[in-house]
């Protein structure tokens, strides 16, 4: 069975910089692994997504090139490096792993930051908290 676990959160103030981990216990053999984070009285959204074939990577619209997604598949491990933070990124950071998506328009099956009621394994979660 995978298990997820997050590490790395913890405060910054603004322009700083973190670099969240995300260690896989057990084989994961889902097409996509991302972040996704939720702020108190906010719905969950999706960070950033890779594609575990091929390396597609999507990020949110927020993100604005200060954030970084890669994995490191000797090691099982998922992260993500935050730089230039800001208040508006504090939250609960979530790892997880599910299945592509069909859109058509992006050319067929994709890992997608807007189907995370079908990702299958999350971990339990790493505060980032961002002060001015």
Same mark, same amino acid.
């Given at each position: 069975? =995978? ?8 405060? !910054? ?10 260690? /896989?216990?057990? /084989? =994961? ?9 939720? &702020?108190?009285?906010? #719905?969950?959204?999706?960070? &950033? =997504? ?9 990020? $949110?619209?927020? !993100?604005?090139?200060?954030? &970084?997604?890669?994995?490191?598949? &000797? ?21 997880? /792993? ?7 328009? #992006?050319?067929?099956? !994709? ?7 079908? %990702?299958?394994? %999350? $971990?339990?979660?790493?505060? !980032?908290?961002?002060?001015?």
């Amino acid at each position: 069975q =995978v298990q997820l676990m997050e590490s790395g959160g913890g405060s !910054v103030q603004t322009g700083g910089s973190l670099r969240l981990s995300c260690t /896989a216990s057990g /084989a =994961v053999n889902t097409h996509c692994m991302g972040w996704f984070r939720q &702020a108190p009285n906010s #719905e969950r959204e999706g960070v &950033a =997504v890779i594609d575990n074939f091929g390396g597609r990577t999507t990020y $949110g619209d927020f !993100v604005k090139a200060r954030f &970084a997604i890669s994995k490191e598949n &000797a090691k099982n491990a998922l992260y993500l490096q935050m730089t230039r933070l800001s208040p508006e990124d504090t939250a609960m950071y979530y790892c997880a /792993a599910g299945p592509r998506t069909y859109i058509r328009s #992006e050319g067929g099956w !994709v890992c997608s930051l807007h189907n995370q009621n079908e %990702w299958n394994y %999350w $971990g339990q979660g790493t505060q !980032v908290t961002v002060s001015s």
